[in-house]
Nanobody, 128 residues
Framework: QVQLVESGGGLVQAGDSLRLSCAAS????????MGWFRQAPGKEREFVAG??????????RYVDSVKGRFTISKDNAKNLVYLQMDSLKPEDTAVYYC???????????????????WGQGTQVTVSS
């Protein structure tokens, strides 16, 4: 079993930066595909970014709306996953969730149903 706990959310102004952290416990997530999702009020949960394990190249995938602004990374030694968010926009406002996909180390799925473990979420609010 894997437990995921997000932190780092907050209230910022448009153009600011935030770094979200996801602490994994229970077992190492070094062999899992890790993802960040977000959910705004009244909307479905949306894939934001994903990262394959280091041993399969550490490939990343982003939703088009965050490409060039967000960066997903991982510290395997600390069992931490990060989401660096720069040039934040009001439309980035949402609850952000960390997730782990244990199926395999190659495919970065954008479907929330493919992820096995989830954190409780952290709120990010960007004011204009």
């Amino acid at each position: 079993q894997v437990q995921l706990v997000e932190s780092g959310g907050g209230l910022v102004q448009a153009g600011d930066s935030l770094r979200l952290s996801c602490a994994a416990s229970g077992r190492t997530v070094s062999n899992y595909v890790m993802g960040w999702f977000r959910q705004a009020p009244g909307k479905e949960r949306e894939f934001v970014a994903g990262l394959t394990p280091t041993r399969t190249g550490g490939r990343t995938r982003y939703v088009d709306s965050v490409k060039g602004r967000f960066t997903i990374s991982k510290d395997n030694a600390k069992n931490l996953v990060y989401l660096q968010m720069d040039s934040l926009k009001p439309e980035d406002t949402a609850v952000y969730y960390c997730a782990a996909d244990r199926r395999g180390p190659i495919l970065i799925s954008i479907n929330a149903g493919d992820y096995d473990y989830w954190g409780q979420g952290t709120q990010v609010t960007v004011s204009s």
